[in-house]
């Protein structure tokens, strides 16, 4: 079982709906990260978050440490928010310290 | 800033030959990681390194090798390039993991013939 768990896997909407998409983990973590990747593209950071919560844009996340969760929202989607999403979370394992990602969220936005 | 460049964009590659994927940074960031990332699969971390002269396995490190001599520089070495090493690329960096945005490189095409 991932220790980073991302939901849905797809995700379909119309130009101007509210979107919501959901990451939780297994572990104390001390921060998650929001990524974003384009199709063929590169892969941005989109937030950084280890309380409460940002917003850049009609974009926002939230992390609920204590229920180990968070949230990607876009406000007002347009078809360029067409992406995939992953969140991703520094997890230790042994001496180990690396990004655990989640399977990403496919978004594809409808004019 | 530059950010994190990556050499080359794309490379083809015939079973066995070795080459170089190059990462270089110009931010002092102490971290960098190199990751693979298949069709419809996650990223999967290869190698990564907290600060010059130590690096670590991550989670695929077979058939790759890497050095870092220096904070700016971390490149990727095939040994002796396999069809499964076909993917894309990337390379990040970071002052840490966990309080610091992550950047990432603009990722290598390979594949391997």
């Known amino acids: 079982k991932n220790e980073v768990e991302q939901s849905p896997q797809n995700l379909t909407a119309q130009e101007g709906e509210f979107i919501t998409i959901n990451c939780s983990y297994s572990?104390?973590?001390?921060?998650l990260h929001w990524l974003q990747q384009h199709p063929g593209g590169g892969i941005v950071s989109l937030f950084m978050?280890?309380?409460g919560k940002k917003k850049h844009g009609r974009l926002i996340a939230t992390i609920n440490i204590q229920e180990k969760h968070s949230s990607l929202h876009i406000t007002a989607s347009h078809p360029r928010d067409s992406a995939v999403y992953i969140c991703?979370?520094?997890?230790?394992?042994?001496?180990?310290?690396?990004?655990?990602f989640g399977s990403g969220t496919q978004l594809t936005v409808l004019p | 800033n530059a950010g994190v460049t990556q050499t080359p964009k794309f490379q083809v590659l015939k079973t066995g030959q070795s080459m170089t994927l190059q990462c270089a940074q110009d931010?002092?960031?102490?971290?960098m990681s190199w990751y693979r990332q298949d069709p419809g699969m996650g990223l999967r971390l290869i190698h990564y390194?907290?600060?010059?002269?130590?690096?670590d396995q991550g989670e695929v490190p077979n058939g790759y090798n890497v050095s870092r001599s220096t904070t700016e520089d971390f490149p990727l070495r095939l040994l002796s390039a396999a069809p499964s090493q076909t993917s894309v690329y990337f390379c990040?960096?970071?002052?840490?993991?966990?309080?610091?945005?992550?950047?990432f490189g603009p990722g290598t095409r390979l594949t391997v013939l």
């Open positions: 990040a960096s970071s002052y840490s993991l966990s309080t610091d945005t992550q950047y």
């Open positions: 572990v104390g973590i001390s921060a």
């Open positions: 978050l280890s309380s």
């Open positions: 991703a979370a520094p997890i230790s394992s042994g001496s180990a310290r690396q990004l655990t």
């Open positions: 931010m002092n960031h102490e971290y």
């Open positions: 390194s907290v600060g010059a002269g130590i690096t």
